[in-house]
T-cell receptor
Framework: GENVEQHPSTLSVQEGDSAVIKCTYS??????FPWYKQELGKGSQLIID?????GEKKDQRIAVTLNKTAKHFSLHITETQPEDSAVYFC????????????FGQGTRLTINP | GAVVSQHPSRVICKSGTSVKIECRSL??????MFWYRQFPKKSLMLMAT?????????EQGVEKDKFLINHASLTLSTLTVTSAHPEDSSFYIC???????????????FGPGTRLTVL
């Protein structure tokens, strides 16, 4: 089955700097890669996703890149703000099937003012 | 965007009792809902996939008789933790998927979670 590895487990950056979180996946059939943000005691919120037919997607300060050959994808947050502090999870699944999301271990991002 | 609610947000119960958690899709019909469990500082682990009008599909290692799932309508799925024990204490999160078909995004929308504490 699919296995998703996420790094780093914790990340601390200065406000205004960029943050990058990386994930690798094992199943080459996976073709959908969402990123979720989870704030303390709350459920996860989808912040951006990418399908395997594109290599990059951007939404304001957030971007995701995908390298299908290497089977890894990354989340990039630019101009970080204190409200970006949260736990971020990457996930992988196959569109159209059971669509089970396999999650990475999570990255606790702290933005220092 | 699509909104998923969960009720209750927090529940404390005595060992041996049963607890029901509701998951509702508020502004869309969800043919499929998923139930996850999350331990502190850990990732979300899929427990079961719930399809409206049919039996849930449980992941390996999840006891179907202990975690009863009912998906009676396109907007409601329930998870009942039967005869709860302290080791069942966890954060339970549901998600709902928009129906497949033209224009579908295949996106899962997550509820805010339910923190269960079993004394």
């Amino acid at each position: 089955g699919e296995n998703v590895e996420q790094h780093p487990s914790t990340l601390s950056v200065q406000e205004g700097d960029s943050a990058v979180i990386k994930c690798t996946y094992s199943d080459s059939a996976s073709n959908y890669f969402p990123w979720y943000k989870q704030e303390l005691g709350k459920g996860s919120q989808l912040i951006i996703d990418i399908r395997s037919n594109v290599g990059e997607k951007k939404d304001q300060r957030i971007a995701v890149t995908l390298n299908k050959t290497a089977k890894h994808f990354s989340l990039h947050i630019t101009e970080t703000q204190p409200e970006d502090s949260a736990v971020y999870f990457c996930a992988a699944s196959i569109i159209g099937g059971a669509q089970k999301l396999v999650f990475g271990q999570g990255t606790r991002l702290t933005i220092n003012p | 965007g699509a909104v998923v609610s969960q009720h209750p947000s927090r529940v404390i119960c005595k060992s041996g009792t049963s607890v029901k958690i509701e998951c509702r899709s508020l502004d869309f019909q969800a043919t499929t809902m998923f139930w996850y469990r999350q331990f502190p500082k850990k990732s979300l682990m899929l427990m079961a996939t719930s399809n409206e009008g049919s039996k849930a599909t449980y992941e390996q290692g999840v006891e179907k008789d202990k975690f009863l799932i009912n998906h009676a309508s396109l907007t409601l799925s329930t998870l009942t933790v039967t005869s709860a024990h302290p080791e069942d204490s966890s954060f339970y999160i549901c998600s709902a998927r928009t129906p497949s078909g033209r224009g579908s995004t295949d996106t899962q929308y997550f509820g805010p979670g339910t923190r269960l504490t079993v004394l």
